[in-house]
Nanobody
């Protein structure tokens, strides 16, 4: 049974940090990519970051470059999103997904969202 469990959201003040986790079960992240997405109220979902499981190659949306870091622990089958210097505009529901490769429109599995709220 393929499952993704996202966690780590919460309320934080602007300038603060949070770390989101995405734990996978039922498949080996070594052979896939993991993407983090977010959707703010009234806005479309956007891709935030993606990491290739085989070698850790990562890419980021321009809006989070230099502030967010995506990483993976393949031994734990878990991906992380370290979010630093958070801004109110980062407020959104964050979700993780397993993809065949970064940039793919095909999603193999979605995790449930976790809410991140950044207060000014």
């Amino acid at each position: 049974d393929v499952q993704l469990q996202a966690s780590g959201g919460g309320l934080v003040q602007a300038g603060g940090s949070l770390r989101l986790s995405c734990a996978a079960s039922g498949f080996n992240l070594d052979y896939y990519a993991v993407g983090w997405y977010r959707q703010a109220p009234g806005k479309e979902r956007e891709g935030v970051a993606c990491i290739r499981g085989s070698d850790g190659l990562a890419n980021y949306a321009d809006s989070v470059k230099g502030r967010f870091i995506i990483s993976g622990d393949n031994a734990k089958n878990t991906a992380y999103l370290q979010m630093n210097n958070l801004k109110p505009e980062d407020t959104a529901v964050y979700s993780c997904a397993v993809l065949p490769i970064c940039g793919s429109f095909m999603v193999i599995a979605w995790g449930q969202g976790t809410l991140v709220t950044v207060s000014s």
